[in-house]
Each structure stands twice: as C-alpha cells, then as structure tokens.
C-alpha cells in the first residue's frame, strides 16, 4: 500500500509539475506579445476598438431589427450610421500614425455583442425586449467611452496630435448615444416592460 500512494503521490507531482510548465510557455508567449512602452499599448488599443466598431456593424442591425420601440430603432439606424463614421476616423488615425489599419479581437466587445443576443433569445418580443436591448446597447457605449477616453489620454502623453481630436469627436458621440439611451429608457419604456 505504502508503495501504491508514492506512486501517486509522484503522479500528482509530475502532473504539477507539467501544468506549471504549460502554464510559463503561455506567460512566456504573453510576454513576448506584451506591450513595451506606452506607444505599443496604444497601438494595441487601437487595433482593438477597430475590431470593436467592425464587430458593432454587424450587431446593430440585428439589434434594430428586435427592437419594437420606434425611437429605438431610430436611435439604433442612427448609431449605426456614426458607427461607419468611427471606423473610418480609426482608418483615419492608423493613417495619420503610418500604420496599416488592422483588427485584434476584442474579447470585451464580443462578450458584450454574445451577451445582447442572449437578451433578445431570452425575452418575448416587446417593450421587456427593447428595454434588455437597450441596456445591452447602454453597457457597450460605456465600454467605448472608456476605450475612447483613455486611447485620447494615451494620444495626449504621446503628442499624437492629428489623433486626439479624431478620437474625442468619437467620444462625444458615444457620451451622446449613451445619454440618449438613457431619456429613451427613462421616458416610459421601462415602465412599459413591468
């Protein structure tokens, strides 16, 4: 017996010890993807929010098409419309920094696109809809804003000029987005959906 727990007692440390080596290849690979200074986290971020807006394209007409609220879905066709308009202002800033547009997955952005389709597969058409797709649209502006907002502060620290401005005119419109959501939210749709 006492031979049979070594055996497994060796077992569990060799397995250990195993997932601590795969666990310092993945460290290994993160640092040498990691950012090295503040131009490189901001180019990262950049990439990001490109993916983000790309991946919202595709969202937000499936979002207005659940919606049943008039004003909802106008203020989603209007969105929508700035949506392509921030793309092209990221296009815009890659530019202006001579680099070649290009997309990371966002894994936040996904999260909150899969998390708004689960709120439309999970309610009835209506007004409890609409108010579900309008919070999953409220929490996806509040992670642009802050997307936006910090890319802005990190443009400011690195004098990317030309960038700043592009990326503040973006802000703005989610700051506005989000507050029009929110009169739309507070006029009586949620009421409705009781």
């Known amino acids: 017996m006492a031979t049979t727990t070594k055996s497994t007692t060796s077992d569990k440390s060799e397995n250990g010890s195993r997932k601590k080596q795969s666990t310092d290849s993945s460290k290994q690979k993160a640092t040498a993807n990691a950012a090295k200074d503040l131009a490189e986290l901001f180019e990262h971020g950049l990439k990001d929010i490109y993916w983000a807006e790309k991946a919202l394209l595709k969202a937000l007409p499936k979002m207005e098409k659940n919606a049943t609220a008039e004003k909802l879905k106008k203020a989603i066709s209007k969105h929508l419309l700035e949506t392509e308009n921030h793309v092209k202002r990221l296009e815009q800033c ?27 597969e999970d309610t009835e058409e209506g007004t409890v ?61 949620n009421a409705k959906a009781r």
């Open 94 to 120: 890659f530019e202006s920094l001579e680099l070649k547009p290009k997309a990371e997955r966002c894994a936040a952005m996904a999260g909150l696109i899969e998390e708004g389709e689960q709120i439309i």
């Open 129 to 189: 809809r609409d108010a579900g797709i309008i919070a999953a649209a409220q929490k996806i502006e509040h992670y642009e804003i802050a997307t936006y907002g910090t890319l802005a502060a990190f443009a400011k620290v690195l004098k990317y000029n030309a960038v700043i401005q592009l990326l503040r005119e973006t802000l703005e419109e989610e700051k506005k987005c989000d507050s029009d959501l929110t009169s739309l939210a507070d006029t009586n749709l």
